[in-house]
C-alpha cells in the first residue's frame, strides 16, 4: 500500500541522515501540513519512541491508526486554521480532545480567520513557533502524562 511505502521513505531517510550526521537521538522531530499533518499522528504514533516532539499542521488523526495513548511521553504541537476549508479544524480539535482525555502533553493553537495554506505560503512566524517548540522539548526533558488532565 502507498502509505506502507511512504513510511518506509520516511524511515530510511532518518536512518540515512542519523548515519551520515551527527544526530542527537533525543532531538529528532516530526512535522507535516495537512495530508502531511494525518501522517505526522500516524508516524507518530506507530514509532513514539523515535519523536522528541510532533507538529500536525492543519491535519488531524488521532483515533484508530494512532491512538492518543500513544502520545503520552511525546509533547503536540497542534496548530490550524479557523477558516480552513481544506481540512475542517473538527479533525485537530478531535485530535486535541483525545489527547486530553489520554493526559498527552500538547498545545493547541488556532488561528483566527486563517486558511488552510496560510501556515505553508504567508505564515512564516507561525511556522517559527514549530521551531521554537521543538526547541523546548526533547525526550531527555518529556516527562510523560500530565497528571489531573481532564477532558474538556
Do not use: C
Not at 495530508?35 to 513514539?48: D, E, Q
Amino acid at each position: 500500500a502507498t502509505h506502507e511505502l511512504s513510511e518506509l521513505d520516511a524511515l530510511t531517510l532518518i536512518e540515512k541522515v542519523r548515519a551520515t550526521f551527527n544526530v542527537d537521538p533525543d532531538r529528532i522531530y516530526l512535522m507535516g501540513h495537512s495530508m502531511g499533518g494525518f501522517g505526522t499522528f500516524f508516524l507518530g504514533a506507530k514509532h513514539n519512541t523515535l519523536w522528541a516532539g510532533i507538529a500536525p499542521i492543519a491535519g488531524g488523526g488521532v483515533g484508530p491508526n494512532a491512538p492518543a495513548d500513544k502520545f503520552k511521553m511525546v509533547p503536540v504541537l497542534v496548530m490550524h486554521g479557523s477558516d480552513d476549508n481544506v481540512v475542517r479544524k473538527e479533525s485537530s480539535r478531535m485530535s486535541v480532545r483525545e489527547l486530553q482525555k489520554a493526559g498527552g502533553q500538547h498545545i493547541y493553537l488556532e488561528f483566527p480567520g486563517k486558511d488552510h495554506e496560510f501556515f505553508i505560503r504567508r505564515g512564516r512566524e507561525n511556522l517559527e513557533k514549530v521551531f521554537d517548540f521543538f526547541n523546548l522539548v526533547s525526550r531527555r526533558t518529556n516527562v510523560g502524562p500530565i497528571p489531573d488532565a481532564a477532558p474538556q
